[in-house]
């Protein structure tokens, strides 16, 4: 049972449409390398497209009616929109679920230091990344500090093409042969993963001169004094533009496409949608690699609290009507897939892998060793979601993420299905998952976002 390469369906008008999908999402991607940029993009792709702010909804005390669109923040790091549509709510409603989060270091609170005439920012790594892929090449510092006063500054330092970059060192080979005999896990340890960020020292100044310097700087661009880590969130990301890959342009290699490629294939389908019978969510949520906890991640209430006053607003509340609304919805919970790899064969199931190419993945279940932790989605669910995926012609295929004794990966799946509603696995494939620059491929985009829309328009 192997399914077709999807270029093979397009020519012409559609090669141009995939083009321009691509061109789009690279956009978004080089605004969006954290997660509160992503949903400042998001916010304003959704504006775009008519939807409003639900918090100044309710503050005005209006109603929503069928067609209203409404979209609701969560502490600027992840965001709910709603389609309203002609359906009671108890039927329950279509979800488009991702993550925009993705693996990075994060500036220490307290980062600041000098040694042997360099300066540096000290790092605690976030998510699950092989950590000598992120010494010797150029970074950038994304995000914000907030000072006493409430002032929020945003920072992007490594993006413009006259801005610096910052980096890691690494030791050179000549020096290298016993950190070559490390385990690759040892080789780079976290506690190493210290960025240089200065090493010209401040004229007149005596003792961590460089630091000085590091520090005026910022004060200069920045307003901020040292302590003003102390409420910073910084996060340390590739530097660079999302760019074509291959000699036939016919991948994307950029930084964050876990999961942003379907966040923003998601976004995209449900906004290109209007009026709608069930009621379309989009759900982009922070925190999933690192367990989906905190206020921002999807074990928090903010998805049921928003969907309970959309309730509010548009009938008489009651517990129970959400209870049924959460129970009768489906969901689509999107996130990246392992790509085949014939350069690691071995790792995969060959039968049961998803390939660059060959559409939208399937995952009916991810997990690990005996799918421990996995969203089991049910038969009768994905022989609807492959019926309308068929009718419209949507290239998909199913997947396993690697070998069954190799390891696994979670979702935010199983949090949603917790509710009782049904829930899959899907997404896009991709080479290199977790690395700084990660490949995908252009023909899979197209389809997911085709896919999304389906589910959307007939689910
Ligand atoms: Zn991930």
Redo the contacts with the bound molecule.
């Keep these: 049972m192997e399914r077709q390469n999807a270029w093979k369906k397009y020519k012409g008008k559609q090669l141009k449409e995939i083009e321009s999908l691509a061109k789009s999402y690279k956009d978004f991607l080089n605004n969006g390398k954290t997660e509160r940029e992503c949903v400042k993009t998001s916010i304003a792709m959704a504006k775009d497209a008519g939807y409003k702010d639900l918090a100044e909804i309710i503050k005005k005390g209006k109603k929503l009616v069928p067609g209203d669109k409404v979209y609701a923040v969560n502490m600027g790091k992840a965001v709910a929109l709603f389609n309203i549509g002609t359906q009671k709510l108890e039927k329950g409603i279509n979800i488009l679920g991702a993550h925009i989060d ?2 990075r270091m994060d500036v220490k609170q307290n980062p600041l230091y000098e040694d042997s005439e360099l300066a540096y920012l000290d790092t605690h790594y976030y ?2 990344i092989k950590k000598y892929q992120w010494v010797a090449i150029p970074l950038a510092i994304h995000g914000v500090v907030v000072k006493k006063n409430g002032d929020v500054v945003n920072v992007v330092i490594g993006e413009d093409k006259n801005d610096p970059v910052v980096f890691i060192s690494d030791l050179l080979i000549h020096l290298a042969a016993d950190q070559l005999e490390k385990k690759a896990g040892k080789v780079i340890e976290g506690e190493a993963l210290d960025i240089i960020v200065g090493s010209k020292p401040l004229e007149g100044e005596e003792k961590d001169a460089v630091k000085a310097n590091v520090l005026k700087l910022l004060k200069k661009k920045y307003d901020m004094e040292e302590e003003d880590f102390l409420s910073a969130e910084l996060e340390i990301v590739p530097a660079g533009d999302a760019r074509d890959a291959g000699i036939d342009e016919s991948m994307i290699m950029a930084y964050g496409q ?2 942003r490629v379907c966040a923003y294939t998601s976004l995209k389908a449900f906004l290109d949608v209007e009026n709608v019978k069930k009621t379309a969510c989009c759900l982009l949520v922070d925190k ?2 690192i367990g989906s906890v905190g206020a921002t991640g999807m074990r928090s209430r903010f998805f049921e609290n928003t969907l309970a006053e959309i309730i509010n607003l548009t009938e008489e509340y009651s517990d129970i009507k959400l209870r049924r609304a959460l129970a009768a919805s489906r969901m689509l919970s999107s ?2 897939s392992a790509g085949y790899d014939p350069s690691y064969a071995s790792c995969f199931d060959k039968k049961n892998a998803s390939f660059l190419g060959r559409g939208i993945v399937f995952n009916k279940f991810t997990g690990s060793r005996g799918k421990s932790g996995s969203n089991d989605a049910n038969a009768e669910y994905m022989a609807d979601i492959r019926k309308i995926l068929d009718e419209q012609s949507v290239s998909f295929q199913t997947a396993e993420l690697g070998k069954v004794d190799v390891g696994g ?1 979670g979702t935010i799946a199983y949090i949603l299905s917790l509710y009782g509603m049904e829930v899959i696995d899907c997404g896009v494939a991709v080479l290199n ?2 690395a700084p620059w990660e490949v995908t491929s252009k023909v899979d985009i197209y389809e997911a976002k085709r896919g999304y829309e389906a589910f959307i328009r007939f689910a």
């Design positions: 993705s693996p998510g699950g876990d999961d999933e690699e996130d990246v990966g998952m977790h």
